[in-house]
């Protein structure tokens, strides 16, 4: 009956120290998780950030384009008269010439001669019309004497007339012969640079072949590539800037802006003239053209960053939280950066926004003062 006592003493022992064990748990678990409620409420730390309001300004636009030197005007130069050789070239590739320069001498020797039996037709033609009035005159005479019948003097008129005729049928072909002649001298129709030559001494011309191309005046010009959404801002007249890595830097002015986009590249062609030397036909260039002062969204240039290849802002939300903006980059200045992709009015985080990433909670930092300049800081540390 002595161990009986014993054995249920032991047993309530066991079961007060297991309940014990089990409250000190319990108390330990809840004072932590209001340890934790407690810090997640006061402690939480967030970077300090200064804000600025992005604002809409008047500022100097200026839109970006590369495209291709070309020829203002390019002017093909063919022979007229075919079937002749060259016996002469005048000038080569990069020469200029005047309009009416001889660039290449054809063998006219046949023309010659023909030009040689034309003036003698001609000169026969005219003794002929000549004998033939003389007749006519007379015949004329002796009518009016009573002399002469009518038939004999209509054949007197007839005679002059195909004698007439005669003389314009051979001077017309005097007149061909001197011209076929004057065109085995091919010369400049234009003034300007010879880009190309197809002819060598030798050569048998054919009628209408190319033989020299020539850009008129020497003038060039940029086929500027410009995109359809600044298309409306370029303006014929406006000035620019051409440059090249090869040549360097000289000026132009817009002479025409095409009225067609192509409908694959969404590109428009703005035609730029090139005032400056060195540039050639078919270089690649760049121009920055000036197209005056235009509405535009500035941010602090501190505000603008890039993630991921992409410019962007950080936006304050309403509920105290920074979420990035992708935008583009109009024009830079040392202070104001014009963008696209926000609106006038929003926040931008200025300093701090380098730390920040996508949602999270910042603090906004009083306006400094110049006699205390803020500084961005970084995320508070746990006081310990």
């Not at 009956?1 to 000190?24: I, K, P």
């Not at 209408?208 to 801002?233: K, N, S, W």
């Not at 000035?239 to 830097?249: F, L, T």
């Not at 985080?349 to 603090?363: C, I, K, M, S, W």
Request: aromatic residues 4%.
């Amino acid at each position: 009956m002595m161990r009986n006592s014993w054995a249920g003493a032991a047993v309530l022992t066991l079961a007060l120290t297991l309940t014990l064990a089990l409250s000190a748990c319990g108390a330990g678990d809840d004072a932590a998780k209001k340890a934790e409620t407690k810090a997640g409420s006061t402690g939480g730390s967030s970077l300090t950030v200064t804000v600025a309001t992005a604002t809409l300004q008047n500022l100097p636009r200026t839109v970006t384009a590369s495209g291709t030197i070309s020829a203002w005007e390019e002017v093909p130069v063919g022979a007229e008269t075919g079937g002749l050789t060259a016996t002469a070239v005048y000038v080569d590739e990069g020469r200029y010439v005047r309009q009416g320069q001889p660039l290449v001498q054809l063998n006219d020797a046949l023309l010659r001669a023909q030009l040689r039996q034309q003036q003698a037709a001609v000169q026969t033609a005219q003794a002929n019309a000549a004998r033939d009035q003389a007749a006519l005159d007379r015949a004329q005479e002796l009518k009016e004497r009573g002399f002469l019948s009518q038939a004999s003097l209509d054949t007197a008129l007839a005679n002059k007339r195909a004698s007439d005729a005669n003389l314009a049928a051979a001077q017309a072909s005097l007149s061909e012969t001197r011209t076929r002649l004057a065109q085995a001298t091919i010369r400049a129709p234009v003034s300007g640079l010879v880009i190309s030559r197809s002819v060598t001494r030798g050569q048998i011309v054919s009628a209408g072949t190319e033989l020299f191309r020539i850009v008129r005046d020497g003038r060039l010009e940029l086929d500027a590539q410009v995109p359809e959404t600044e298309l409306h801002l370029v303006r014929a007249g406006q000035s620019a800037v051409i440059s090249s890595d090869q040549v360097g830097e000289a000026a132009g002015t817009v002479r025409i802006v095409t009225p067609e986009v192509n409908a694959e590249t969404r590109l428009g062609v703005a035609r730029i003239a090139v005032s400056g030397s060195g540039f050639r036909p078919g270089m690649f260039a760049r121009a920055r053209i000036q197209v005056g002062d235009q509405p535009a969204v500035t941010v602090p240039t501190a505000a603008v960053l890039y993630r991921e290849n992409r410019a962007g802002v950080f936006v304050m939300g309403a509920d105290g939280r920074a979420r990035f903006r992708p935008v583009t980059v109009i024009s830079r200045a040392t202070d104001r950066t014009a963008v696209t992709g926000v609106e006038a009015g929003v926040r931008v985080v200025v300093e701090g926004a380098g730390f920040l990433g996508e949602g999270d909670r910042v603090t906004i930092a009083p306006a400094r003062t110049a006699a205390a300049p803020a500084t961005a800081r970084a995320p508070a540390a746990a006081k310990k």
